[in-house]
């Protein structure tokens, strides 16, 4: 197992158009989270998954993002209408929830997004 | 609302020195404690985490503490090296139940001089 893996590892885009990240979890983890991290800053949470239900959203995640995790596998991140301000990376997470424990998340590389 | 602080920004060691990295967070009831290594550009690396029922934890030169009724945690390097060099970020995992998430301090730059 290769750990969280992500992809593009960076995007760049015009305002106003779409773009979608994937994240590849770590195979046997049942969680999955996104987060966003600016310049000197920590990273915020967005939005995360227990297999394929969508447990949580953050209220900096606007209409225009939209998570997906279809089978509990894999998990798409898409920004519609990108804005200046969306310029930032995006990271996502994995985690193993068993029973009460909540367990080390591990972290992918990152998409770094940048909008023009 | 759970806050993390990490002070200072920014620091800067000769290679050899032992040194600590504070971590500072306003409600206690968290369920873990995790501190992380980012370097310029790239992902976090989990370095330790910490249950909320545990007072500390090593891995080789690391060695992670936690103080949960007073709301504090600190990461102690040993005999600092120059590819200690990145920033330190440490989150809390807080919430309830299915509400839980890692809550992140801003980090701490560490540049350790050859």
């Not at chain 2, 995790?34 to 934890?57: H, M, V, Y």
């Not at chain 2, 080789?60 to 103080?67: C, Q, V």
Request: net charge positive; proline share 4%.
């Amino acid at each position: 197992d290769t750990g969280v893996s992500q992809d593009p590892r960076h995007k760049i885009t015009k305002r106003g158009q779409n773009v979608t990240f994937r994240c590849d979890p770590i195979s046997e983890h049942n969680r999955l989270y996104w987060y966003r991290q600016t310049l000197g800053q920590g990273p915020e949470f967005l939005t995360y998954f227990q297999n394929e239900a969508q447990l949580e959203k953050s209220r900096l995640l606007s209409d225009r993002f939209s998570a997906e995790r279809p089978k509990g596998s894999f998990s798409t991140l898409e920004i519609q209408r990108t804005e200046q301000g969306d310029s930032a990376m995006y990271l996502c997470a994995s985690s193993h929830r068993s029973g009460w424990m909540l367990n080390e998340q591990f972290f992918g590389p990152g998409t770094r997004l940048t909008v023009l | 609302k759970q806050e993390v602080t990490q002070i200072p920004a920014a620091l800067s060691v000769p290679e050899g020195e032992n040194l600590v990295l504070n971590c500072s967070f306003t409600d206690s009831a968290i369920y873990n404690l995790q501190w992380f290594r980012q370097d310029p550009g790239k992902g976090l690396t989990s370095l330790l985490l910490i249950q909320s029922s545990q007072r500390e934890q090593t891995s080789g030169r690391l060695n992670a503490s936690l103080d949960k009724s007073s709301g504090r945690s600190t990461l102690y390097i040993a005999a600092s090296q120059p590819g200690d060099s990145a920033t330190y970020l440490c989150a809390v995992m807080h919430g309830t139940g299915a509400n839980s998430k890692l809550t992140f301090g801003k980090g701490i730059t560490l540049s350790v001089r050859p």
